[in-house]
Antibody
Framework: QVQLVQSGAEVKKPGASVKVSCKAS????????INWVRQAPGQGLEWMGW????????YYAQKLQDRVTMTTDTSTSTAYMELRSLRSDDTAVYSC????????WGQGTMVTVSS | EIVLTQSPGTLSLSPGERATLSCRAS???????LAWYQQKPGQIPRLLIY???SRATGIPDRFSGSGSGTDFTLTISRLEPEDSAVYYC?????????FGGGTKVEIK
């Protein structure tokens, strides 16, 4: 079936980086873009950005564009999101989601930033 | 950059009642590329409505969407207990693609 499976939970110290993976299966990976969305505890959904899986073009939310990089590996149908210079307010569940609208979501990856 | 404002913040209704959720955009949403998602506690969001008014696969017909331009509405015609959730609107017609702040629907 169509699914996105993400990497496991991470605990990082302030100032570190985290890289979350999102492996697609059940469909043609390069036919849909991948979005990344995060949700801090008790808060709403925040769109982080988007990557075209066909040509690698990206669009990042302005508040994150200096710290985030989204990439893909089409040979393994996997998308990646790296966030650098982590702060405590980056503590959140990070999710990948397919296409526009976001019709298939990964299970989410909890990233905890704590000293 | 488009900003989406949802109202009300919380809606408390009884089973069988009608729920009307609003999403207002700060500028026109291109080609009505407006979606609604349902998120229950501890779960990932689920796509309900796309293109402002089209139901996603498997979504019951008590959920309907309407609107265009800057004003959009999600209607749940007859609330059921399992509809208790937070509902988010999202514009995907142009980047950046913000979400609204959400409306929490509580079932009495």
């Amino acid at each position: 079936q169509v699914q996105l499976v993400q990497s496991g939970a991470e605990v990082k110290k302030p100032g570190a980086s985290v890289k979350v993976s999102c492996k697609a299966s059940g469909y043609a990976f390069t036919s849909y873009g991948i979005n990344w969305v995060r949700q801090a505890p008790g808060q709403g959904l925040e769109w982080m950005g988007w990557i075209s899986t066909s040509n690698g073009n990206t669009y990042y939310a302005q508040k994150l564009q200096d710290r985030v990089t989204m990439t893909t590996d089409t040979s393994t149908s996997t998308a990646y999101m790296e966030l650098r210079s982590l702060r405590s307010d980056d503590t959140a569940v990070y999710s990948c989601a397919r296409g526009a609208p976001l019709d298939i979501w990964g299970q989410g990856t909890m990233v905890t930033v704590s000293s | 950059e488009i900003v989406l404002t949802q109202s009300p913040g919380t809606l408390s209704l009884s089973p069988g009642e009608r729920a009307t959720l609003s999403c207002r955009a700060s500028q026109s949403v291109w080609s009505s590329y407006l979606a609604w998602y349902q998120q229950k506690p501890g779960q990932i969001p689920r796509l309900l409505i796309y293109g402002a008014s089209s139901r996603a696969t498997g979504i019951p017909d008590r959920f309907s969407g309407s609107g265009s331009g800057t004003d959009f509405t999600l209607t749940i015609s007859r609330l059921e207990p399992e509809d208790s959730a937070v509902y988010y609107c999202h514009q995907y017609g142009s980047s950046p693609q913000p979400f609204g702040g959400g409306t929490k629907v509580e079932i009495k």
